[in-house]
């Protein structure tokens, strides 16, 4: 049976890296995306990794273009726009596909660990109801990610522990990474 450790991605110069490097720290692992209604996500994103990575916590940016064409740029365009937008300093990896079948197996893991169970109740949830059911309806079976920014987390074990979609308030996804750092 696979675990976290057992997949390696590229990092956003093409070179290849062991989630295994990342062994006994608390992982939030997200698809991105500069172009998105969510992508001030990256604002508590930071804040959160700037707070919390001398205890332990990593967070791994995955820019994605299969939602509505967001992150249209090169990795080194998505990587300045973050910096120099958001100030961001955690790890950012090569643009993947997370849906299809050309997914990266990362994600296929990670949303089959932690399946979608909704985007909650309200007015943000009925929108990307709409627009998720319009997007990944080209992706069928394969579509393991709705949207852009949807996060998974990661215990210091390797255990996939939770599951955010983008409507999840950052300061939940935030409490929710302060209780495994302990």
């Known amino acids: 049976m696979a675990t976290i450790y057992d997949f390696n991605v590229k990092d956003r110069k093409g070179n290849e890296v ?4 990342y062994k006994g720290k608390v992982l939030l692992i997200v698809n991105t995306a500069t172009g998105c209604g969510f992508t001030p996500h990256y604002n ?15 967070i791994l940016d995955f820019p ?3 939602f509505a064409n967001q992150a249209p740029g090169s990795e080194d365009e998505i990587h300045e726009f973050c910096t120099l937008k958001f100030g961001t300093e955690f790890p950012q990896f090569a ?22 169970e909704g985007f909650g109740k309200g007015l943000k949830s009925a929108a990307m109801n709409k627009f998720t059911a319009i997007n990944n309806k080209k992706f069928g079976e394969k579509a393991y990610i709705k949207w852009n ?16 979609e983008p409507t999840e308030e950052m300061d939940n996804v935030r409490k929710a990474v302060e209780k495994l750092l302990g």
């Open 149 to 164: 920014f949807t996060k998974f987390l990661v215990d210091r074990d390797g255990n996939v522990v939770a599951r955010f």
């Open 18 to 21: 062991s989630i295994n490097d």
């Open 44 to 58: 508590p994103l930071e804040e959160m990794y700037k707070d919390l990575k001398d205890k332990g916590f990593e």
């Open 95 to 116: 643009k993947i596909d997370v849906n299809g079948d050309k997914a990266n197996p990362l994600f296929i893991f990670l949303a089959t660990e932690k399946p979608f």
């Open 64 to 66: 994605c273009n299969q």
